[in-house]
Structures are given as C-alpha cells and as structure tokens.
C-alpha cells in the first residue's frame, strides 16, 4: 500500500532550527509537497520538490532524496508563529495526493 | 482516523458540459469543507470555503456562478463545474473539518481529476 510518514509531534525554542522527517512508499512519484497549517485554518503551500537536493526559500527548505523515499523540511529562525502542523503529501502516478498526517510543531519561547 | 472521500476520482467531459464533484465526510460531521484546485507541479490552491448551511466563500479571482459549491448537510459538500473549458482541466481536492473539534482537524479528500476535451 501507499504511505507517508512524519512524526506526530514536535517541540523546538523559538529562534532555533527544527527539521520535520518525511519518508513515502507510493505506487510512482510526482513531486512531494509540504504545506503549513495553522489552527483551524486551510493548509497554505510551503514547497514543492520533484528533483533530489534542497530548494530553499526563505527561512524554509525542503530536501528530497527520491532513492531514500525521503524528505524533510528544515525551518530556521524558529518564531512563534510557524507553531503550525506541517502537512508532507506525496503525488502518486496517477497523480493521486498522497498525504502525511502532519507534524504539529510546538514553538516555546 | 477520519475519513473524507471524493467521488469520482477521475472524470472527462466535453467541453461546454457540467461535471459535479461529491466531497464526503464519512465517519465524522464536518461545517466546513475547503476546495481546492492544483494544476500540474503547481501549488494547491484554495479556491473556496464551503460552511453547512450558508453560502460558501470564494477566494479571490474564483468565479462563483462557475464553481457551484453547495454543502447541504454536515457530510456533504458538492463543486459543480459549470459550462467546463479546457482550461478547467485540474486536480481538485477537497478538505473537511470536524465539527466541535479546534485546532489542526483538517481531513482530506483523495482528489478528482478533471479533463475537459
């Protein structure tokens, strides 16, 4: 079957560096996706990797290693508001979004 | 966990024709239901929030006598693509949130391609 794993649940300091673990088993592959989710809010698009290495964007990047089934996303700067869950989802081939059940990321000062 | 599913996963039409797509909760009660759109290697896009019960709430640039979305029980919620156009050709997902739960609650749908000829 096809699945997406990431930890539940994360805890990092404010201004410090956190990097969320994703790794895929899927019937082909299309590009992998993290998107951000604050409480009670629609998930909003973070990165979009098809090719391995590392995009990066901002205080945000995101690495693929299709070989591994592996990604993660590495957040700098921590600050309170990236406290969000971090949704990885994974297109299959057939272009079906596989999705992670999310990391919730808890920022303390 | 909770389940959404969304019913057909995969549809073509003819250009000028309608085609509805159905978003299900199917083991919880969900007042909102997002839509969204993705083009190939794009971001998903949000294209409007559905409420049960009450008007749904379209993001800007999203035409709503094109996209009819109507959610007319705590399961349900329906996109109608109206008079389709190739370019209407896309991914659309749909998400759902559980009723009486807050943060993060957000489940969804496996997605539903549309090509318009």
């Known amino acids: 079957g096809q699945n997406i794993d990431q930890p539940t649940e994360m805890t990092a300091t404010e201004g410090a560096i956190v990097q969320i673990n994703c790794t895929y088993q899927t019937s082909g592959f299309n590009g992998l996706f993290w998107y951000q989710q604050h409480a009670g809010e629609a998930p909003t698009f973070l990165s979009y990797n098809v090719l391995d290495g590392l995009e990066e964007k901002g205080r945000f990047s995101s690495f693929l290693s299709r070989s591994k089934g592996y990604s993660y996303l590495l957040l700098k700067e921590l600050q309170m508001k990236d406290s969000a869950s971090y949704l990885c989802a994974v297109m299959d081939s057939n272009y079906q979004l596989i999705w992670g059940a999310g990391t919730k990321l808890i920022i303390k000062p | 966990g909770a389940v959404v599913s969304q019913h057909p996963s995969r549809v073509i039409c003819k250009s000028g024709t309608s085609v509805k797509i159905e978003c299900r909760s199917l083991d919880f009660q969900a007042t909102t239901m997002f839509w969204y759109r993705q083009f190939p290697k794009q971001s998903l896009m949000l294209m409007a929030t559905?409420?049960?019960?009450?008007?749904?709430?379209?993001e800007q640039g999203v035409e709503k006598d094109k996209f009819l979305i109507n959610h007319a029980s705590l399961t349900l919620s329906t996109l109608t693509v109206t008079s389709a156009h190739p370019e209407d050709s896309s991914f659309y997902i749909c998400?759902?949130?559980?009723?009486?739960?807050?943060?993060?609650?957000?489940?969804f749908g496996e997605g539903s391609r549309l090509t318009v000829l």
């Open positions: 559905s409420n049960e019960g009450s008007k749904a709430t379209y």
């Open positions: 998400s759902a949130r559980e009723v009486g739960l807050g943060a993060g609650e957000l489940f």
